[in-house]
């Protein structure tokens, strides 16, 4: 489609705008970082790398940062066996039910996150009588996790079809061995990105992990809201802020990789 000058300038504008708007806050939370100042005062009168070694040095960032990777990739393990699992399921069975299956699979993703944690922690408290701890944390994150997996899976499920599986098994090979050699390595780079986004988002969850969290657990994000408003800690939330930023862009990036890689039938 052929734009007039114009229009092609009115466009990048509205585009500019919109970057504008959701980059140039994480930018200033990122040079704030630096700022010599204790408080969250703008623009920086003086830079430093003080408050990054003070973050470093924080026991109680080094014990955030260890339950949010621990509690991340436990949650994307079990995204990945359930949702390629369910995935399998309705993308190669025709069954009663499928559709709704697939529905309900995905709509934890669409639920508020408030909801979704208030319903989990009257369900292990509750129902179960089990107090919150990491087990719960991990259980409460892999509920949407799984819908990431789950979604990417299912994707290139029906786009692969069933020829090549159907004949692998023609030349004599059963269930599993077709699913070793053709399936996982067809599919492979589609879970890898799923995984990734699924850590990327379990990592800066706050909303479900303060309802299913146990005592004295802190993720990154349930820190850096425990300390915002404390005297002193806003340098250093700053610098957590920032890592978060960056940590919650590398599998994200990754991910688009893989998936435009796959999609062009290049290599990553």
Partial sequence: MMLSKSARYL???????????????????????????KTFSWPPT???FDWWNKAINNTGVREALGWSVIAGISATIIALVL?????????RYDFFGREAISLLVVLPI???????????????TQTLGIGTSAFTIIVGHATFC?????????????????SLQEASMDLGANGFTTFRLITLPNISSALFAGGLLAFGLSFDEIVVTTFTAGPGIQ??????FNNLFRPNQAPIVNVVAATLIVISILPIYLSQRLSADSSSGGRF
């Fill in 11 to 37: 466009l990048m504008s509205i585009m500019g705008i919109g970057l504008a708007f959701i980059y140039v806050p994480l930018m200033i939370v990122f040079i704030n970082s630096f700022n010599k100042s």
């Fill in 46 to 48: 003086h830079l430093t």
């Fill in 83 to 91: 949702g390629t699992a369910l995935a399998f399921a309705v993308a």
């Fill in 110 to 124: 669409s639920l508020p996150g408030i909801i979704t944690g208030l319903a989990l922690n009257n369900a292990f």
């Fill in 146 to 162: 799984i819908v990431i997996v789950y979604n990417n899976a299912i994707a290139r499920l029906k786009r692969l079809g069933t």
């Fill in 219 to 224: 993720t990154l994000p349930v820190w850096i």
